[in-house]
């Protein structure tokens, strides 16, 4: 018998994201809901990145920290020039690039930002850096680029919002418990929180939170929840076997 068989659980990621941690969960035989709690849009003024794109010739590093990241830059650029350097956050990051033509020339040891500022500062001196990123992109990995000698530009490539019939699903998800719940990155967990409103600090305590690292296990305990599992590295296999560990 599978090992989570019976165990529902609440994937939360983007719905065009959601497909590959959903397959995971039920390989292990949990029953999956699907509650997309991320929405990307354009930026609020597109102007800025699209400027960004045109003048990409003067760049030497095009640095991602996510695969919306390159989703929404990447269209925008044509074909990328011969000997413009390409760096990725982690494994889903580089196979976005991938499904682009594009083969990263670094993709980070340890998938955070930090992790791939400290695999990038030794190249960078002196170089222009160019980094699109989430509207409310945290600036620990701009400013380490910049302390490492870098000309470092960030751009808004994309923003994030709460699609419209989360509350109604989330009301029907949740009427008489919350269980395990999928969290991919500190908005979700935002997001999730503001479904409840009022009733959050009544409710927390029935989340059982599956965080797929450090930074969004710090953003869950900032709304006062312990994740119940966090993966050993960002991974759908990873977030599974969490769970799996919790359990056992």
Known sequence: ?????????VVTRAEHQSEGLAAAFERAGARVELLPLLEVVPPADPQPLKRAAADLASYDWLVFTSANAVEAF??????????LRIAAVGPATAAALRAFGSEPHLTARKAEAEGLAADLAPRIAGRRV??????????ALLQELKEAGAEA?????YDKRLPPDAPARAAELFATSIGWV???SPRI???FVELFGADWERRKDELRAVSIGPVTSAELRRHGVEPAAEAARPGEGEMVGAVRSARA
């Open 189 to 191: 967990v935002r997001h």
């Open 182 to 184: 999928t969290f991919t």
């Open 74 to 83: 990447l269209p925008l650029t044509g074909p990328l020039r011969t000997g």
């Open 153 to 157: 530009v960030a751009v808004i490539a």
């Open 130 to 139: 160019l980094l699109p990123q989430a509207a409310d992109a945290r600036p």
């Open 1 to 9: 018998m599978p090992p989570l068989t019976g165990l529902r659980v």
